[in-house]
């Protein structure tokens, strides 16, 4: 393969990881916008969506294009097919932290959502999927599996996270009929948040498969 081809491949490269941290900070300020109440972060997460999608667009574009115009194979392929899982898995990683900001937005009496944000756990839930995001990405960049091994075991820590943010909803919401409507955005935040979760997972799955040639399943 060329040095022109690589050297574009690895321009693309840089452009994917800047797309994929774009998305990750869309999340990381919904999630901090949901733990203050703060309706002008939440609005501005909201604002960035459309760059994100034009982003993805141009990327895929590009992707293709490298495809077309060098005929990759081995390694080389493989790279731009965990490139384009970045970029697909990013556009909805930052789709999940627009519909975050939206709760915010959206929530009546928003200036009490943060006390049940907090008891119901979601922070640390949301800390542990951007860990998961940010390892995923740091593997995809430096191409070492190392930051990717345990990435199974957090995926199970987070989806029991889920179900006890569930149970711990249900009981306020029955406790306290007036917490139902901010109690089941906040229970849609937290799918919200296993759902980036699984696509940290399926980078990672990629990740592996780019470095290593072997198809896993992060279950």
């Given at each position: 393969m060329t040095d022109k081809f690589h050297h574009e491949l690895v321009v693309v490269k840089d452009e994917v990881l800047a797309m994929a941290y774009m998305a990750e900070g869309m999340l990381r300020d919904s999630v901090a916008a949901l733990r203050t109440g703060d309706r002008a972060l939440a609005a501005s997460v909201k604002e960035r969506k459309s760059a994100l999608t034009g982003r993805n667009d141009t990327l895929e574009e590009e992707l293709y294009h490298l495809i077309a115009l060098y005929h990759p194979v081995a390694r080389d392929m493989r790279m731009i097919a965990c490139s384009l899982k970045?970029?697909?898995?990013?556009?909805?990683?930052?789709?999940?932290?627009?519909?975050i900001a939206s709760v915010v937005l959206e929530t009546e009496d928003n200036n009490r959502l943060p006390d049940i944000v907090s008891a119901l756990s979601i922070p640390h839930m949301a800390d542990l999927v951007l860990s998961m995001?940010?390892?995923a990405l740091k593997a995809y960049d430096g191409e070492d599996i190392a930051y990717i091994t345990r990435h199974s075991e957090r995926d199970?820590?987070?989806d029991l996270l889920r179900h006890t943010i569930f149970r711990e909803g249900l009981s306020y919401m029955m406790e306290d009929p007036r917490t139902i409507s901010r109690c089941t955005n906040l229970l849609m935040v937290a799918r919200y948040l296993e759902r980036c979760a699984d696509h940290s997972c399926k980078i990672a799955e990629k990740v592996i498969y780019m470095v290593t040639g072997e198809r896993i399943e992060i279950r």
């Open positions: 970045v970029i697909g898995s990013s556009e909805r990683i930052g789709r999940y932290g627009k519909d995001i940010n390892d199970d820590t987070v």
